[in-house]
């Protein structure tokens, strides 16, 4: 898993973008501008210096990559091999451990044209303000040689594209969602255990999870609960939703959305009654819940899971287990780009392209749980046959493809992580752990958002 920020990996999944408000651009990566003054050769350090492990041998071009966190290329020792393929380069990675502290360092570096390396990190969360205010500032990859817009999820490739047709970012992993549940606690509250029986429980529809939640309490062992929190829930309803928070023409749309309304809905119900742990993700809480065994579900994006092995631990193995989810949803990814401000701009988008390449995503998977944007990935054997033996030897390569192949193209504006952030974490907390009326709830997040944008 990635290390991103608390708060990144706590919102509403994100999928497919048709970037709003992104004007005509010019440029092109053969074509790349002198470097800005203070840009050397190999673009200097992410974030402006940030410190980080370092890769490199001997050659004759160095290429620096600033990444947010763990973010697993070098751990899953792509460079090395890349290295090993091209004697002549040499790559330095330079890392910032939180997202929240890279992005804004990154906007900086780009408005002003130094202090960038050959290639920049971007999560999901931050690709839609990227392509609709950046895209200028940054190499069209869709023009580099061996990269085809049919080699990744449509939905994937259109996150990182502007409307007159400019792809300014390529995606490394996607976050595609399926339930994570407890074998053990199902049996002793009488409900299925066999994941195909499981998933059937629910099977296309959130208000049949629901109906598994209150089953769940019926007969419900001791000290726990079905769920671990009402945002989880409605993270994962609106990751699947077409239309979220802004239409096609750019306009904040979230309240008078119905998919919007509807997942707060159906989440502040779960809370509503008692089948949540009201706990907020991503705490010490929530961690303890895992070692503990408090909550018998929750929504489960493929990265989650060496989350659930690392916080539930030993004591866990075999006990998880993993279920298509209701609908198909996504939630987090990545990109990399390639700055227009480089020397080696051309070498940059060779490297990008290699790295998110099938073959290269999945071994991303295979050793780190990264799940493939590519989805030619799918058919090679680290995929196809990959299966999780602490989650009693799920099939998840399977499971995690078939939620990536359904996910529907979304429209993402460049605020959708204030509205998605506070939805969760003033609105909905409120509900859960509370106990507020989901209006008062509703309430509440409206006023903060409307406060974050000046509305």
């Excluded at 004759?60 to 990559?65: A, E, S």
């Excluded at 004697?87 to 890392?95: A, G, W």
């Excluded at 066999?194 to 309490?217: E, I, N, P, Q, S």
């Excluded at 750019?250 to 742990?277: I, Q, S």
Aim: aromatic fraction near 8%; proline fraction near 5%; charged fraction near 20%.
């Amino acid at each position: 898993m990635r290390t991103h920020s608390r708060a990144s990996h706590r919102l509403v999944g994100l999928v497919a973008v048709v970037v709003l408000g992104a004007g005509t651009v010019a440029g092109c990566a053969e074509d790349p501008p002198e470097p800005a003054a203070g840009v050397t050769s190999g673009g200097g350090t992410s974030g402006g210096g940030a410190s980080g492990d370092v890769d490199g041998g001997s050659g004759g071009t160095t290429l620096t990559v600033g990444v947010f966190g763990a973010f697993g290329l070098k751990e899953a020792g792509l460079y090395d091999e890349y290295m090993k393929l091209h004697k002549d380069v040499v790559i330095r990675q330079t890392s910032i451990e939180r997202n929240e502290n890279y992005y804004p360092q990154l906007l900086t570096h780009l408005g002003s044209g130094s202090g960038l390396a050959d290639i920049q990190a971007v999560e999901v969360n931050n690709i839609a303000e990227i392509t609709a205010t950046q895209a200028g500032k940054l190499v069209d990859l869709g023009r580099t040689e061996g990269v085809r817009k049919d080699g990744f999820l449509p939905w994937k490739w259109s996150q990182a594209t502007t409307a007159d047709g400019r792809t300014v970012g390529l995606g490394t992993d996607i976050g595609p969602g399926a339930i994570c549940y407890r074998r053990d606690l199902f049996a002793k509250a009488g409900l299925p255990t066999d994941r195909t029986a499981v998933g059937k429980l629910w099977a296309g529809d959130w208000r049949k999870y629901l109906a598994a939640g209150k089953r769940y309490k019926a007969k419900a062992p001791k000290g726990t609960v079905f769920v671990d929190s009402a945002s989880g829930v409605m993270a994962a309803i609106t990751g699947g939703s077409e239309k979220r928070f802004y239409d096609a023409g750019g306009k904040v749309v979230y309240k008078t959305n119905p998919a919007v309304r509807g997942a707060w809905d159906t989440a502040a119900e779960f809370a509503r009654e008692g089948l949540t742990g009201r706990l907020q993700q991503f705490t010490p809480a929530w961690d303890q819940g895992f070692a503990n065994a408090t909550f018998a579900t929750v929504s489960c994006p493929a990265w989650m899971l060496g989350y659930i092995q690392d916080k539930a631990g030993a004591a866990g193995k075999g006990k998880w287990d993993v279920a298509t989810a209701p609908r198909p949803s996504n939630w987090g990814g990545s990109f990399l780009t390639v700055p227009r401000a480089g020397k080696n701009t051309a070498a940059a988008a060779r490297l990008v392209a290699w790295l998110t390449a099938p073959e290269q995503q999945a071994k991303l998977f295979e050793r780190r749980g990264s799940f493939p944007s590519a989805p030619a990935a799918y058919d090679l054997p680290a995929v196809s046959e990959a299966r999780h033996p602490y989650f009693g030897d799920a099939p998840t390569g399977r499971i995690f493809a078939g939620a990536a192949e359904g996910v529907p193209v979304q429209i993402v504006g460049p605020k959708d992580l204030i509205i998605a952030q506070n939805l969760a974490d003033v609105g909905m907390l409120q509900v859960d752990q509370k106990g507020r009326s989901s209006e008062q709830g509703w309430d509440a997040a409206v006023k903060a958002i409307d406060n974050a944008l000046d509305r």
